[in-house]
């Protein structure tokens, strides 16, 4: 995979997870401390993102840089490795509720 393809998957999913939280491009952009232009860029795969803005961006939307990045949590593959894979996913599941959250409650205190 080139890097204009790897910036696009990143990109989609990025979208698909703040389409999925129903924020929009501009509180995401705040949250994350970057410009909505920018955040459109990424969201589209014109533009790659230092790790700084990965991190800020997986924080933002709740999830594991990891999962920005290639797609896949680390999570059950390192803390729950010896659980059968049923196990796993409902830990997975519950960390990621369990995420959602506190993000929202973080959200909640910087809009007031």
Not at 50 to 70: G, Q
Not at 83 to 106: E, R
């Amino acid at each position: 995979m080139n890097d204009k393809e790897l910036n696009a998957a990143i990109g989609k999913r990025i979208r698909n997870l703040r389409e999925k939280q129903k924020k929009t491009r501009e509180q995401v952009a705040e949250l994350a401390n970057i410009s909505s232009q920018f955040l459109f860029e990424i969201e589209t795969g014109k533009k790659g993102m230092t790790a700084r803005t990965v991190i800020n961006l997986a924080k933002t939307l709740s999830v594991s840089t990891d999962f920005l990045l290639l797609g896949t949590s680390s999570t059950s593959s390192t803390l729950l490795e010896g659980l059968p894979k049923t196990y796993q996913q409902l830990a997975d599941d519950f960390l990621n509720v369990f995420a959602k959250g506190a993000a929202s409650i973080v959200y909640e205190s910087k809009i007031k």
